[in-house]
């Protein structure tokens, strides 16, 4: 899939990565906290501080210190990150769209209801694991 997505953003000239396109669309809507995107994208904060820093060079992001806490950092989109996010939803769209030609939509839905379950599976492990870990 990433190979995919590479393809597509090459060929349509978005200067982008799939990961910058998961953080962008996960601060689209309200700056989220730095630590939290870690845990959202699943990344390490070294990783992710060099994927924000790469978008911040694109003037894609913000980074901004919580004035209450200064080890904490807001990040946020930028109207750079909202226009190059604008031109690239569709692309993705017609991505997926491509890649469910030929599904059965019961068996797609179907499919995301196992996924959700995993997901929730994980999720609850996940919770076990650090309760188990104090």
């Known amino acids: 899939m990433s190979l995919l997505v590479k393809a597509l953003f090459a060929q349509e000239k978005l200067d982008l990565t799939k990961e910058q396109f998961i953080i962008l669309l996960c601060i689209e809507e309200e700056s989220i906290v730095q630590s939290e995107l870690a845990l959202i994208t699943e990344r390490n904060k070294g990783s992710l501080t060099r994927l924000l820093q790469s978008l911040e060079k694109k003037s894609y992001i913000k ?4 004035k209450n806490d200064s080890r904490v950092n807001h990040v946020e989109i930028d109207q750079k990150g909202k226009d190059i996010l ?49």
């Open 63 to 66: 980074r901004r210190v919580c």
């Open 86 to 134: 604008e031109m690239t939803k569709p692309k993705m769209l017609e991505l997926f769209k491509s890649l469910q030609k030929g599904l059965d939509p019961k068996d797609l839905e179907l499919s995301l209801g196992v996924m959700k379950k995993l997901q929730n599976n994980i999720q609850e492990l996940f919770e076990n694991l650090e309760k188990n870990k104090n």
